[in-house]
C-alpha cells in the first residue's frame, strides 16, 4: 500500500537466505497495512529472512513496534539516517525475521559516512552464519613430532574455533589438552596444533578432536556456535627398547595425485610406523588453499591420523607466494626443519639443503639466505654425532633431499652442502643416506664417491620414474627396499 505512490516489496532468493528490500510510504495507515504483506512472505521462507530498506518511520513508532513482534532489527537504532547531509532521524533499518536469528551472530553495525550518493546514509550491518556442526572440520588430523613421550596434534577447521584434543588410553577416561601460550588458549584460528605431553611409549592411544566455532571474539563478549566432535583415532609411540619398524618413504611427488596413489598402492598392506614425505612433494605452494589440499591427500593416503609424518624440506618447498607460511602446517622436530629423533633404538637424522642455486641467482631476487642455514646446520651435526642418542643407536640413518655424494654429472657444479657437512659425514657412521631430488633412481655403493656408506636416491614424479621406499628394521637386521609404481623391486639393501 502507498497512496502517494505505489511501493514494492523486492523478494532476492540466494542460496542460504532470502533478502528483501523495500521503500514504505510516508503515511502510517499504509505502513501498517505492509505488515501482514511482509509477514507472509516471511513465514513462507525456508531459510533465514532479512528485511532492509527507508521505513519512513521512527524507532518509537506503532509500526516498529509492530515490525519486532515478528523482526529483530540489526542495526543501531540511536543513530540517525536522513537526511543525507546532516542525519538527524533514524529511519532505515536492517532486521531479520526472529526466529532465524539462531542461525548467524551479529558481529557489528554502523551507519556509512557517505552523504553523495542518495538523500539517506547507507546503513550496514555485519553478520556471520552457523557453521553447521558437519562442515566446521577442513582437514582430518593428522601426527606430527612424536619425541619426548609427546606427539603433536594437527587439523584445519573452514571457521574459526576454540579446539582441543580429548584422549586416553581407553575411550571412557579421556584427558583434554589444549594449546596455552603465556596463560592465554590460542583459539579463533583456522589451523589447530596441540601437544600431547606426558604418553606412555608403548601404549596405544584413542583421541579425538573437538572443534567449536566462535562467531564472535570480542574483548568483554564471546559467542560460540556449533561443536564438531570427531571419531577417535589412536597411536603408539616406540618404547626406547623397541628394536623393529617400518617406515615409507615418498619423494619428489610434485603434488601428482596419480603417482601418489601408484606408490601406495605398492606399499598399503603393510603396517608401517611412520612416514617420511623426503621433500618437493608440495612444490611451489602458490596460496594456503593449494598447499592444504595436497597436504590432506598425502595425510589421508598414508593414514597419518595413526601413524606419524615427517616433512622434509626440498628445494620445491621453499618456491612461491605461500612458501614460508608452508611452515604453519608442521610442527617441526626441534622447531627447525632440520632435526633428529629416535625411532625405538634407531636414530634418524634430517637435514634441510635448501635452494638448488646460489642465493645470489637472479631468480630469488636477493630474498634468499640458505648459507647460513647450511651453516647453522654444521653446528647440530657436529652436536648430533657427539650425542649419546646418536652413539648409543644400533642404527643411524640421514635423510635430506639433494644428494651429498653422487649427485650425477648434471648436479656436481654446485653442491654447496658437501663444502659444508662433507668433511663431517665423509667417516660418520650411518647405516644408510636416503636422498631424492635429481628424479632418477640412483644406488651409490659405500666408498664410490668418498661415502661411508650406502646412498639411495628416490626417482621423480613421472610415473616411469616415481619410487617408494621401504625401511625396515627387525632386531640387528635392517634393510631398505625400492619399488616402482609397478610394484617392481628396483633395489633391496641389507644394511
Given at each position: 500500500?502507498?497512496?502517494?505512490?505505489a511501493?514494492?516489496?523486492?523478494?532476492?532468493?540466494?542460496?542460504?537466505?532470502?533478502?528483501?528490500?523495500?521503500?514504505?510510504?510516508?503515511?502510517?495507515?499504509?505502513?501498517?497495512?505492509?505488515?501482514?504483506?511482509?509477514?507472509?512472505?516471511?513465514?513462507?521462507?525456508?531459510?533465514?529472512?532479512?528485511?532492509?530498506?527507508?521505513?519512513?518511520?521512527?524507532?518509537?513508532?506503532?509500526?516498529?513496534?509492530?515490525?519486532?513482534?515478528?523482526?529483530?532489527?540489526?542495526?543501531?537504532?540511536?543513530?540517525?539516517?536522513?537526511?543525507?547531509?546532516?542525519?538527524d532521524?533514524?529511519?532505515?533499518?536492517?532486521?531479520?525475521?526472529?526466529k532465524?536469528?539462531?542461525?548467524?551472530?551479529?558481529?557489528?553495525?554502523?551507519?556509512?559516512?557517505?552523504?553523495?550518493?542518495?538523500?539517506h546514509?547507507?546503513?550496514i550491518?555485519?553478520?556471520?552464519f552457523?557453521?553447521?556442526?558437519?562442515?566446521?572440520?577442513?582437514?582430518?588430523?593428522?601426527?606430527?613430532?612424536?619425541?619426548?613421550n609427546?606427539?603433536?596434534?594437527?587439523?584445519?577447521?573452514?571457521?574459526?574455533?576454540?579446539?582441543?584434543?580429548?584422549?586416553?588410553?581407553?575411550?571412557?577416561?579421556?584427558?583434554k589438552?589444549?594449546?596455552?601460550?603465556?596463560?592465554?588458549?590460542?583459539?579463533?584460528?583456522?589451523?589447530?596444533?596441540?601437544?600431547l605431553?606426558?604418553?606412555?611409549?608403548?601404549?596405544?592411544?584413542?583421541?579425538?578432536?573437538?572443534?567449536?566455532?566462535?562467531?564472535?571474539?570480542?574483548?568483554?563478549?564471546?559467542?560460540?556456535?556449533?561443536?564438531?566432535?570427531?571419531?577417535?583415532?589412536?597411536?603408539?609411540?616406540?618404547?626406547?627398547?623397541?628394536?623393529?619398524?617400518?617406515?615409507?618413504?615418498?619423494?619428489?611427488?610434485?603434488?601428482?595425485?596419480?603417482?601418489?596413489?601408484?606408490?601406495?598402492?605398492?606399499?598399503?598392506?603393510?603396517?608401517?610406523?611412520?612416514v617420511?614425505?623426503?621433500?618437493?612433494?608440495?612444490?611451489?605452494?602458490?596460496?594456503?588453499?593449494?598447499?592444504?589440499?595436497?597436504l590432506?591427500?598425502?595425510?589421508?593416503?598414508?593414514?597419518?591420523?595413526?601413524?606419524?609424518?615427517?616433512?622434509?624440506?626440498?628445494?620445491?618447498?621453499?618456491?612461491?607466494?605461500?612458501?614460508?607460511?608452508?611452515?604453519?602446517?608442521?610442527?617441526?622436530?626441534?622447531?627447525?626443519?632440520?632435526?633428529?629423533?629416535?625411532?625405538?633404538?634407531?636414530?634418524?637424522?634430517?637435514?634441510?639443503?635448501?635452494?638448488?642455486?646460489?642465493?645470489?641467482?637472479?631468480?630469488?631476487?636477493?630474498?634468499?639466505?640458505?648459507?647460513?642455514?647450511?651453516?647453522?646446520?654444521?653446528?647440530?651435526?657436529?652436536?648430533?654425532?657427539?650425542?649419546?642418542?646418536?652413539?648409543?643407536?644400533?642404527?643411524?640413518?640421514?635423510?635430506?633431499?639433494?644428494?651429498?655424494?653422487?649427485?650425477?654429472?648434471?648436479?656436481?657444479?654446485?653442491?654447496?652442502?658437501?663444502?659444508?657437512?662433507?668433511?663431517?659425514?665423509?667417516?660418520?657412521?650411518?647405516?644408510?643416506?636416503?636422498?631424492?631430488?635429481?628424479?632418477?633412481?640412483?644406488?651409490?655403493?659405500?666408498?664410490?664417491?668418498?661415502?661411508?656408506?650406502?646412498?639411495?636416491?628416490?626417482?621423480?614424479?613421472?610415473?616411469?620414474?616415481?619410487?617408494?621406499?621401504?625401511?625396515?628394521?627387525?632386531?640387528?637386521?635392517?634393510?631398505?627396499?625400492?619399488?616402482?609404481?609397478?610394484g617392481?623391486?628396483?633395489?633391496?639393501?641389507?644394511l
Amino acid at each position: 500500500p502507498g497512496r502517494e505512490e505505489a511501493r514494492a516489496l523486492l523478494v532476492v532468493e540466494f542460496e542460504k537466505y532470502i533478502y528483501c528490500c523495500t521503500h514504505l510510504s510516508l503515511t502510517e495507515e499504509d505502513r501498517m497495512l505492509s505488515l501482514p504483506v511482509i509477514r507472509q512472505v516471511a513465514a513462507s521462507a525456508n531459510k533465514p529472512f532479512f528485511i532492509a530498506g527507508d521505513m519512513n518511520a521512527h524507532p518509537g513508532s506503532e509500526f516498529i513496534r509492530q515490525l519486532q513482534n515478528d523482526f529483530v532489527i540489526l542495526t543501531d537504532t540511536k543513530k540517525p539516517t536522513f537526511p543525507a547531509n546532516n542525519p538527524d532521524e533514524t529511519i532505515d533499518y536492517i532486521a531479520a525475521y526472529a526466529k532465524d536469528t539462531t542461525a548467524f551472530t551479529r558481529i557489528s553495525s554502523r551507519v556509512w559516512d557517505e552523504p553523495a550518493a542518495s538523500d539517506h546514509r547507507p546503513i550496514i550491518t555485519d553478520i556471520i552464519f552457523n557453521q553447521p556442526a558437519g562442515k566446521i572440520f577442513r582437514t582430518e588430523p593428522y601426527l606430527q613430532n612424536p619425541v619426548g613421550n609427546g606427539i603433536t596434534v594437527m587439523w584445519q577447521t573452514t571457521v574459526p574455533t576454540y579446539s582441543w584434543v580429548e584422549y586416553g588410553t581407553d575411550k571412557e577416561h579421556l584427558q583434554k589438552a589444549r594449546t596455552i601460550v603465556d596463560g592465554q588458549v590460542i583459539c579463533n584460528n583456522l589451523q589447530n596444533k596441540i601437544r600431547l605431553d606426558g604418553l606412555e611409549p608403548g601404549k596405544t592411544y584413542y583421541y579425538r578432536v573437538c572443534s567449536q566455532e566462535i562467531m564472535l571474539y570480542h574483548a568483554y563478549k564471546k559467542v560460540f556456535g556449533e561443536t564438531a566432535v570427531s571419531d577417535f583415532h589412536t597411536f603408539t609411540l616406540p618404547t626406547t627398547t623397541d628394536t623393529d619398524f617400518t617406515a615409507i618413504i615418498f619423494n619428489d611427488l610434485h603434488k601428482h595425485s596419480e603417482t601418489l596413489q601408484a606408490l601406495y598402492k605398492q606399499v598399503k598392506d603393510l603396517k608401517y610406523d611412520f612416514v617420511v614425505f623426503n621433500g618437493d612433494c608440495i612444490d611451489d605452494p602458490a596460496n594456503h588453499d593449494e598447499a592444504t589440499c595436497f597436504l590432506s591427500e598425502l595425510n589421508e593416503t598414508v593414514g597419518a591420523d595413526r601413524v606419524p609424518v615427517f616433512y622434509i624440506r626440498g628445494n620445491h618447498e621453499i618456491r612461491n607466494a605461500y612458501s614460508i607460511g608452508l611452515r604453519s602446517l608442521f610442527d617441526y622436530v626441534g622447531d627447525k626443519t632440520y632435526g633428529a629423533f629416535n625411532w625405538g633404538d634407531t636414530r634418524i637424522v634430517m637435514l634441510d639443503c635448501g635452494e638448488d642455486k646460489p642465493d645470489t641467482h637472479w631468480v630469488y631476487y636477493g630474498l634468499n639466505d640458505f648459507s647460513d642455514l647450511r651453516k647453522a646446520q654444521v653446528g647440530f651435526l657436529k652436536e648430533e654425532l657427539a650425542s649419546r642418542a646418536f652413539k648409543k643407536a644400533s642404527k643411524r640413518v640421514l635423510i635430506h633431499h639433494v644428494p651429498i655424494f653422487g649427485k650425477g654429472e648434471d648436479y656436481d657444479s654446485y653442491n654447496p652442502c658437501r663444502d659444508e657437512w662433507g668433511a663431517i659425514l665423509e667417516k660418520a657412521p650411518f647405516a644408510v643416506s636416503i636422498n631424492a631430488h635429481t628424479h632418477r633412481f640412483a644406488y651409490i655403493p659405500e666408498g664410490a664417491d668418498g661415502n661411508n656408506y650406502p646412498v639411495v636416491v628416490g626417482g621423480g614424479y613421472r610415473m616411469d620414474g616415481a619410487t617408494v621406499m621401504i625401511l625396515q628394521k627387525k632386531g640387528k637386521e635392517m634393510t631398505l627396499r625400492v619399488l616402482n609404481a609397478k610394484g617392481e623391486t628396483l633395489k633391496e639393501l641389507n644394511l
